[in-house]
């Protein structure tokens, strides 16, 4: 049984200069940067459990169609709480589209258990996870770090998936997006 993440991976050379980031956060926090996990990325839905993955393939490549290739804007540093630190996304309209399209197929399966916070989400790359134990110490440092505008193109999605219990994620399927 596996869980699955819809995501945007971040490419080059704007992923080396996120990698950096984390690593300056890191430094603060003493916690290990995302990218350990899974390499800078964009998250469209939350991790997916219980749904069949050929149908998840379908669904994604039936959005992903129906869009064309755009960017995303970081630019800053933003604090979920006390326990994540990302980077918020400036979206276009297509981006947008897409997020809701992907959320639509995928949360009218009947099988989809649907998670209290469904609905309460931005677009965002991770830089930090796990802080709340330091956050009150290292977010006065960390918030001073300057982020150089970026803006990095929207070329395709991808699928990853690990299983529900340890293991690590691994991409199982990319959708380019149309020109």
Same mark, same amino acid.
């Given at each position: 049984?596996?869980? *699955?993440?819809?995501?945007?991976?971040?490419? %080059?050379?704007?992923?080396?200069?996120?990698?950096?980031?984390?690593? =300056? &956060?890191? *430094?603060?926090?003493?916690?290990?940067?995302?990218?350990?996990?899974?390499?800078? !990325?964009?998250?469209? !839905? /939350?991790? &997916?459990?219980?749904?069949?993955? /050929?149908?998840?393939?379908?669904?994604?490549?039936?959005? #992903?169609?129906?869009?064309?290739?755009?960017?995303? #804007?970081?630019?800053?540093?933003?604090?979920?709480?006390? !326990?994540? &630190?990302?980077?918020?996304?400036?979206?276009?309209?297509?981006?947008?589209?897409?997020? %809701?399209?992907?959320?639509?197929?995928?949360? /009218?399966?009947?099988?989809?258990? !649907?998670?209290?916070?469904?609905?309460?989400?931005?677009? *965002?790359?991770?830089? +930090?996870?796990?802080?709340?134990?330091?956050?009150?110490?290292?977010?006065?440092?960390?918030?001073? &770090?300057?982020?150089?505008?970026? #803006?990095?193109?929207? /070329?395709?999605?991808?699928?990853? =998936?690990?299983?529900?219990?340890?293991?690590?994620?691994?991409?199982? +399927?990319?959708?380019?997006?149309?020109?």
């Amino acid at each position: 049984m596996y869980k *699955h993440l819809v995501l945007f991976p971040v490419p %080059n050379p704007f992923c080396g200069q996120i990698c950096k980031i984390e690593d =300056r &956060i890191a *430094h603060e926090t003493g916690i290990n940067p995302p990218y350990v996990k899974l390499p800078p !990325h964009m998250t469209f !839905h /939350r991790p &997916i459990a219980g749904l069949n993955e /050929r149908t998840l393939v379908n669904l994604i490549a039936s959005a #992903t169609l129906q869009v064309r290739q755009t960017r995303i #804007t970081v630019s800053s540093l933003f604090p979920f709480g006390k !326990h994540y &630190i990302v980077m918020p996304e400036q979206s276009t309209r297509t981006v947008a589209a897409l997020w %809701n399209a992907l959320n639509d197929l995928v949360s /009218r399966l009947p099988e989809y258990e !649907h998670g209290e916070y469904d609905g309460d989400n931005a677009l *965002h790359i991770t830089v +930090a996870e796990k802080t709340t134990p330091v956050f009150d110490r290292v977010w006065p440092t960390v918030r001073k &770090i300057e982020i150089e505008p970026m #803006t990095i193109p929207l /070329r395709e999605i991808a699928l990853c =998936r690990k299983p529900i219990e340890g293991g690590r994620w691994v991409k199982v +399927a990319s959708f380019p997006i149309p020109e």
